[in-house]
């Protein structure tokens, strides 16, 4: 299994970035889809998930500014994340906790199976 992250950089506080993750080596449209961070020093944390029907989940710390979206056809998840601010620097990473009928969420405990590389998003003036 392959998770190839995209779109991370340096945006000012305020702007907005969009991650793309392309998927390969699992039957992608059966899997819940997420994408979570990491800031050095604490633990992962999962930021926005998506259901095979397209249901998505928001941290609450997220909501109202990030949106997640994903392409069953082209394997391939979406992170539009709006009015940035300097606490959302950190690694982010695409990843699935398992497939969509089988996970209970993205919790703190739904750890993922899977997991990409990374891209770093900095906010900062």
């Known amino acids: 299994v392959q998770l190839v992250e995209s779109g991370g950089g340096l945006v000012q506080p305020g702007g907005s970035l969009r991650l793309s993750c392309a998927a390969s080596g699992l039957t992608f449209e059966i899997y819940a889809m997420g994408w979570a961070r990491q800031v050095q020093g604490k633990e992962l944390e999962w930021v926005s998930g998506?259901?095979?029907?397209?249901?998505?989940w928001y941290a609450d710390f997220v909501k109202g500014r990030f949106s997640i979206s994903r392409d069953n056809f082209r394997k391939t998840v979406y992170l539009q994340m709006d009015n940035l601010e300097p606490h959302d620097t950190a690694v982010y990473y695409c990843a699935t906790p398992g497939q969509s009928t089988m996970v209970s969420g993205f919790g703190k405990y739904n750890k993922p199976i899977y997991r990409g590389k990374g891209t770093l998003v900095t906010v900062s003036s």
């Open positions: 998506i259901y095979s029907d397209k249901t998505p």
